[in-house]
């Protein structure tokens, strides 16, 4: 977290740029999820390459990165920050600084798998995708895999690429009919009120029904 903090530097939104929401690791949303770029440099130096010239890469630590209760912390060196931070045209944001506020400015928002991308393309803002997210194909984001994807999406960005909403509300429509009202956390046992036993059938219920769709499929 002192590195971080001395790394960082307040960010200039007059310029055009991409916001980088950077994940919590150790965490499947990065591994396996996002495949070699689990290594998030990787996605924060390949943006670095391919944004136009005059654009900044404004990257944000994520919060939980240095909560004590988890040591997350442990996880990524004093060598991940500066490296990032010594790419010409990529600047370390402080955490105090409001997420929505970055996202609502960004040209674009970049995450590995990260709710913040859906979160980007609901409020109108496109979202580079470099991993596996529930919501990659929803209207607005790009799924980058290499250098060839990003730059594509990259120059229809930077075009102007107005986001459907009628398109965003309706892949929301079609999570929501295919999806089963459960929860995988005790955070989320609160919101549905479900009992565990309610619960776990729910679950249950919802693996039989896909290893049956799966079984027709065959």
Not at 137 to 163: K, M, S, V, W, Y
Request: aromatic share 10%.
């Amino acid at each position: 977290a002192h590195c971080y903090d001395r790394l960082s530097k307040q960010p200039d939104l007059a310029k055009p740029f991409v916001y980088v929401a950077l994940h919590c690791q150790p965490e499947r949303s990065t591994s396996p999820n996002g495949g070699v770029f689990a290594h998030q440099y990787l996605m924060v130096n390949l943006l670095s390459q391919c944004v136009p010239q005059g654009w900044q890469v404004y990257v944000k630590e994520h919060q939980s990165q240095f909560k004590r209760f988890q040591r997350a912390e442990r996880s990524k060196t004093v060598e991940f920050y500066e490296d990032m931070a010594a790419l010409e045209n990529v600047t370390l944001v402080p955490l105090s600084l409001n997420s929505f506020d970055l996202m609502d400015r960004a040209k674009a928002v970049a995450t590995i798998s990260g709710s913040v991308g859906f979160e980007a393309v609901v409020r109108g803002v496109p979202a580079l995708i470099f991993g596996h997210a529930w919501y990659r194909g929803c209207e607005g984001t790009f799924f980058i895999q290499g250098r060839r994807e990003l730059g594509e999406a990259i120059r229809l960005i930077g075009g102007g690429f107005p986001i459907d909403q009628n398109k965003v509300g309706l892949f929301i429509q079609a999570v929501e009919d295919i999806s089963t009202r459960a929860y995988i956390d005790t955070i989320y046992e609160k919101i549905l009120n479900f009992s565990p036993e309610d619960n776990g059938a729910a679950i249950a219920g919802a693996i039989v029904r896909h290893l049956d769709d799966q079984m027709q499929v065959i």
